[in-house]
């Protein structure tokens, strides 16, 4: 399975009516429905907000919906074709504007999926891999050589903070984590150490 890097979002615009396509990285179906009800306040004027998502590891847990559309030309053709892309974690949303010529089911139909192709095509993602949480802190002459150990490993959403010394956090993978721990450790002659959570 494949998790989503960033939002994304894409356009296409059928017979004038326009179909705005937007993905989005959530961690659960809490966090999908939160989103959409934000989509559906921003896009109040549109006609339809449709939606599906995926969540799990698996991709498990799946929903969607055609908001007024006529029942099965919506959500099920965008659901196919995100259950297609291997991605998990993702809720993609749909807004149509309706602009004056009917598309008949088949047309809907391949709007809403074409919509969500579009969309997918342009989204980053990456393997899924289990990550851990980290942080400890660092005396400033020791964070230089610190630093470089990073190249090591795969770590990301890095922030740091300086004050009377360095405070570190990030995600790391499960993996790497001990092992990441014990460097740091190493490095600093036991004065950082590190704090992994889930």
Not at 21 to 32: I, L, S, Y
Not at 54 to 78: F, W
Request: charge should be negative; charged fraction near 25%.
């Amino acid at each position: 399975m494949k998790v989503l890097c960033e939002s994304a979002s894409s356009t296409l615009v059928i017979k004038n009516s326009r179909f705005i396509a937007e993905a989005f990285v959530v961690k659960n179906q809490a966090e999908a429905r939160e989103k959409l009800h934000e989509q559906k306040v921003r896009y109040s004027d549109a006609t339809h907000v449709c939606h599906c998502f995926a969540v799990g590891k698996n991709a498990e847990t799946c929903g969607m919906s055609d908001d007024g559309e006529p029942s099965g030309t919506a959500g099920r053709p965008m659901l196919d074709v995100l259950k297609g892309s291997g991605i998990t974690n993702i809720l993609i949303t749909v807004t149509r504007y309706f602009g004056g010529t009917l598309l008949g089911t088949g047309g809907l139909v391949r709007a809403y999926g074409d919509s969500v192709k579009e969309v997918l095509a342009v989204c980053r993602s990456e393997e899924l891999v289990e990550k851990s949480h980290f942080s400890f802190s660092s005396d400033y002459g020791i964070y230089e050589a610190i630093k470089r150990v990073f190249q090591n490993y795969h770590i990301s959403s890095l922030s740091e903070n300086y004050g009377s010394g360095v405070d570190v956090s990030g995600e790391i993978w499960k993996s790497e984590s001990e092992d990441f721990s014990e460097q740091i450790k190493n490095l600093s002659r036991g004065k950082s150490s590190v704090v992994i959570s889930e």
